[in-house]
């Protein structure tokens, strides 16, 4: 195969996982229903906390970014249980899978339409934390928080996507997404509630922010070669 060629097939690949992308966010964007309720749902995590740290002795920065990610985390599983839930309803999986559409588009499409989904629920997430919590960061730490829950919601929405297909079928599907999405996304968790408080702590330095990052792009490519790898057969079977 010619690089000419490699290059159309990638091409093709990117403008079919559009394809599906839009599809799943124009649907969601008529009805609003998961994407209300979730970007809702993270917002009263974050008051909720905010109460009950409010006259705690621990540092505000560790809190706050503690905070952060458990609401990005918890609303992001409401969502999660939607991604292949229209097909299922409407027994079209089968058909999609009929499709011409590469299936590594397939699944690039369903993760992106998430990882937007998760970047809304985020615009609100962010602006009621640095509120409640009366934070005040830099411009240059809010560019780099910008890049920390980029990379952790693009393993998010990796992690998360192929985890739904696996349970597509299963009856208790929600439960069990829940059960098995947490030990995946802990170490992502981890290195995000890490560098978001070294970005917090103004006094701090940023030596093991730069550390996180380096190990969130690694999760990131990692799970991401991995779920296309076994993206088909999951879905297949």
């Not at 952060?68 to 292949?84: D, I, M, N, P, S």
């Not at 890490?194 to 330095?205: P, Q």
Request: glycine share 8%.
């Amino acid at each position: 195969m010619s690089v000419r060629q490699e290059i159309a097939g990638f091409v093709s690949i990117l403008r079919d996982s559009w394809i599906v992308a839009k599809k799943d966010l124009r649907v969601e964007l008529r009805s609003k229903e998961i994407l209300l309720t979730t970007a809702y749902f993270g917002f009263l995590v974050v008051l909720v906390f905010s109460f009950s740290f409010f006259y705690g002795d621990a540092p505000l920065h560790a809190v706050a970014a503690g905070i952060l990610w458990v609401a990005v985390a918890f609303a992001g599983t409401l969502g999660l249980g939607r991604v292949f839930e229209r097909e299922r309803e409407g027994d079209c999986i089968r058909a999609l899978l009929l499709t011409p559409i590469a299936r590594p588009a397939l699944f690039l499409g369903k993760a992106l339409g998430v990882f937007v989904f998760m970047l809304v629920v985020e615009a609100v997430v962010v602006p009621a934390l640095f509120f409640f919590f009366n934070l005040a960061i830099t411009a240059e730490r809010a560019g780099m928080l910008a890049l920390v829950l980029l990379l952790g919601t693009i393993g998010y929405s990796v992690i998360g996507t192929l985890l739904a297909s696996m349970l597509l079928r299963a009856q208790t599907k929600d439960v069990l997404l829940t059960i098995v999405l947490y030990p995946f996304i802990l170490p992502l968790l981890i290195l995000g509630v890490k560098a978001t408080a070294a970005l917090f702590d103004l006094t701090g330095e940023l030596g093991v922010f730069s550390e996180c990052v380096r190990l969130l792009v690694a999760f990131d490519v990692v799970f991401l070669v991995a779920s296309l790898w076994t993206f088909e057969p999951i879905l297949v079977d």
